[in-house]
């Protein structure tokens, strides 16, 4: 079954950068869009961005100008750059595909990885 595996989280200052990775161990066929997710702890998961397979993107709107998905296809591979981070940003970053063949639809998620910003 495909796996994702993430990369890229840590502990930063508010203001600070990171880049999160997320590879797929496969090609994955039938792809609506991939994404990153979040959640801290006792809230929902959140959409933080979307990027869909004509190349546009979705943003949630507190991280517009501020983060940026895109995605390298030859390396099963999505990134999100996160930039003039802020404490609020903090929780558990999770990557996702999400794929329609047919009539069946389903999800594929990463593993999780922890972003903490300080303040």
């Known amino acids: 079954q495909v796996q994702l595996v993430e990369s890229g989280g840590g502990l930063v200052q508010s203001g600070g950068s990171l880049r999160l990775s997320c590879t797929a161990s496969e090609s994955i066929t039938g792809i609506y869009g991939t994404g990153w997710y979040r959640q801290a702890p006792g809230k929902l998961r959140e959409m933080v961005a979307r990027?869909?397979?004509?190349?546009?993107?979705i943003y949630k709107d507190s991280v517009k100008g501020r983060f940026t998905i895109s995605r390298d296809n030859a390396r099963n591979t999505q990134y999100l750059e996160m930039n003039s981070l802020k404490p609020e940003d903090t929780a558990v970053y999770y990557c996702n595909v999400a794929v329609w063949v047919g009539t069946n639809w389903s999800n594929f998620w990463g593993q999780g990885t922890q972003v903490t910003v300080s303040s």
């Open positions: 990027i869909l397979s004509d190349g546009s993107t």
